[in-house]
């Protein structure tokens, strides 16, 4: 870690404290890998998208739209929503940024949960916030522990549904609880990026919500049903006044053209993303079964991804290095606390197959 001069410039507090977030490895650029540790798409891009992003060559040299007319009147069509009351941004994580720049400073506090995604803490920290983490249950966020965590500080509440790395989700009753328990002024925000992937009939990913409420927001993003995490596409679901000051304070030209461009392709490819939700729920299910018949413990998942657990952190760390050794990267979590973990994102068939067959020659 670089050296911090005290009579240099000097950060806003908190931010020193902040542990940068740590991507998923791509693994070694020499003979054949799979990529299974940063949750993107296995059947990648809809052709549509790829041919909108190409067309798009020719465009580049002036600014985009900034107000993403194009695309936030698309995302409506397909989700049946309110245009001007969605926000795009670069990534959903922009978005969530954002939100956190905007709505927290010195002395707020902000709620997530104990394996929550590792963005909040960071955008809590870089705005001067408190971060309070509210224990979980069996990996799944628990609203009795965030509603007791409320304090006359706490301004906002992060909930990814369904949460990565775990996998795991709270019904619709459940968030509606965890709404219905927060105090007015409390913004609630759902990070819905895995939304897509969800079959489960009591899942809801909170446009309901969002539209009887002034204090809740949805985030999703195009970085895994639609595949296309390399152009950094994301957008928020927000009640007007929400939507009117991440307006105020985003960047004029935050999305670029080609992310605009084939963002509107992706979006009406409905075809595309049924064919994606059907490889995805198809494979799950069956790296679940299989992991499970080799003796692993496996956290129920309706994402795109699955937590396997192993006997101990050094079990893990050891099956992570052969899995390397056979070009298959996953996700090691321990900076999420769990050591003994390591994420697997469903991929091709032919890196599903692999995946368990080197599992299953590491346990026997
Ligand atoms: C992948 C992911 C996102 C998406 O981030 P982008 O910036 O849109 O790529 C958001 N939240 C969670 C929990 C994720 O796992």
């Not at 509210?134 to 909930?159: C, Q, S, W, Y």
């Amino acid at each position: 870690m670089a050296q911090h001069d005290l009579n240099g410039p000097q950060p806003k507090p908190g931010i020193l404290d902040i542990h940068a977030y740590v991507p998923g490895k791509s693994g070694p650029k020499t003979g054949k890998t799979h990529k299974l540790s940063s949750n993107e798409s296995a059947v990648g891009a809809s052709p549509k998208a790829v041919a909108a992003f190409e067309a798009a060559a020719g465009e580049l040299a002036l600014y985009p739209d900034g107000s993403a007319a194009a695309l936030r009147e698309a995302i409506a069509k397909r989700h049946g929503l309110k245009a001007e009351n969605i926000v795009c941004g670069a990534g959903s994580d922009e978005l969530l940024q954002l939100l956190a720049h905007a709505y927290l400073g010195p002395g707020d506090e902000a709620i997530y949960s104990q394996f929550g995604f590792l963005v909040y803490p960071i955008a809590i920290s870089s705005n001067g916030a408190t971060a309070v983490v509210a224990p979980e249950k069996n990996h799944v966020a628990d609203v009795g522990e965030i509603l007791a965590r409320v304090t006359a500080k706490t301004k906002m509440v992060f909930l990814a549904n369904p949460n990565n790395p775990t996998g795991t989700y709270l019904t619709a009753e459940q968030v509606k609880r965890l709404h219905h328990g927060l105090p007015q002024h409390v913004l609630l925000v759902l990070d819905a990026a895995y939304a897509e992937f969800v079959l489960a009939n009591d899942y809801d990913a909170g446009v309901s919500l969002v539209e009887h409420n002034n204090n809740v927001v949805m985030t999703r993003t195009f970085s895994k049903i639609h595949g296309l995490a390399a152009l950094r596409l994301g957008w928020a679901y927000c009640p007007p006044a929400v939507a009117d000051v991440l307006n105020r304070i985003r960047g004029p030209f935050n999305v670029s053209l080609p992310a605009l461009k084939a963002g509107v392709a992706a979006i009406e490819d409905q075809a595309f993303q049924a064919a994606a939700q059907a490889h995805n729920s198809k494979w799950l299910g069956w790296l679940a079964r299989e992991l499970q018949a080799l003796g692993l413990e496996v956290t129920p998942s309706v994402g795109n991804f699955l937590l396997l657990h192993f006997a101990s952190p050094a079990k893990a760390q050891e099956a992570d290095a052969f899995l390397s050794g056979r070009g298959l990267i996953l996700r090691r979590v321990e900076a999420y606390g769990l050591p003994a973990a390591l994420r697997l994102s469903v991929g091709t068939e032919e890196a599903n197959r692999a995946v368990v067959a080197a599992l299953a020659e590491f346990l026997k």
